[in-house]
T-cell receptor
Framework: AQSVTQPDIHITVSEGASLELRCNYS??????LFWYVQSPGQGLQLLLK??????LVQGIKGFEAEFKRSQSSFNLRKPSVHWSDAAEYFC???????????FGAGTTVTVRA | SAVISQKPSRDICQRGTSLTIQCQVD?????MFWYRQQPGQSLTLIAT?????????ESGFVIDKFPISRPNLTFSTLTVSNMSPEDSSIYLC??????????FGPGTRLTVT
């Protein structure tokens, strides 16, 4: 069965420190991969996406993600976090031709001063 | 991308009543989706609403409880019927732009008392 795993439920990081959020998926072929961010009381905002090509993709707000086929992973990174990066982050995967997304459980990021 | 609005942004309803949530998009789109996000949880797809066809519901969701309308390419409604406290959630609509890329509305926060 298809699945998306975000192993870290909650991450606390100091402002200015680097951040890495993990995402692993289980699909038969290379899926379409996405990271979304949800700030408190808000909808989901698309940070970045991977369809094919260069395995390192750049997104908005200084985020990047790397697709590693051998590890079935699509980890999100930011070199230096800002207090405004405190939010819920969701990894999402699409495959199978139905245009539906499967979401991971989410990772809550807390930024301390 | 697409700009999506939802009405109402939040509501408090009594059990046994129904609430209709509206989703408006600033451009014509074929695919629209409705999700439920229970407190502290990830997103669960309720149904896919493509214009010109009946909504397709996911396992565990039925039309009698969550009727959906899709009268044109820029608008959809989701009704939560005969509500109970277990229906307290955030309800999100999204639009699909092909290749699994989805853009989300701000959500409707529903509390059932």
């Amino acid at each position: 069965a298809q699945s998306v795993t975000q192993p870290d439920i909650h991450i606390t990081v100091s402002e200015g420190a680097s951040l890495e959020l993990r995402c692993n998926y289980s699909y038969g072929a290379t899926p379409y991969l996405f990271w979304y961010v949800q700030s408190p009381g808000q909808g989901l905002q698309l940070l970045l996406k991977y369809f094919s090509g260069d395995t390192l993709v750049q997104g908005i707000k200084g985020f990047e993600a790397e697709f590693k086929r051998s590890q079935s992973s699509f980890n999100l990174r930011k070199p230096s976090v800002h207090w405004s990066d405190a939010a819920e982050y969701f990894c999402a995967v699409g495959a199978g031709g139905d245009y539906k997304l499967s979401f991971g459980a989410g990772t809550t990021v807390t930024v301390r001063a | 991308s697409a700009v999506i609005s939802q009405k109402p942004s939040r509501d408090i309803c009594q059990r046994g009543t129904s609430l209709t949530i509206q989703c408006q998009v600033d451009s014509q789109v074929t695919m629209m989706f409705w999700y439920r996000q229970q407190p502290g949880q990830s997103l669960t797809l309720i149904a896919t609403a493509n214009q010109g066809s009946e909504a397709t519901y996911e396992s565990g969701f039925v039309i009698d409880k969550f009727p959906i309308s899709r009268p044109n390419l820029t608008f959809s409604t989701l009704t939560v019927s005969n509500m109970s406290p277990e229906d307290s959630s955030i309800y999100l609509c999204s639009v699909g732009l092909g290749t699994y890329e989805q853009y989300f509305g701000p959500g409707t926060r529903l509390t059932v008392t």
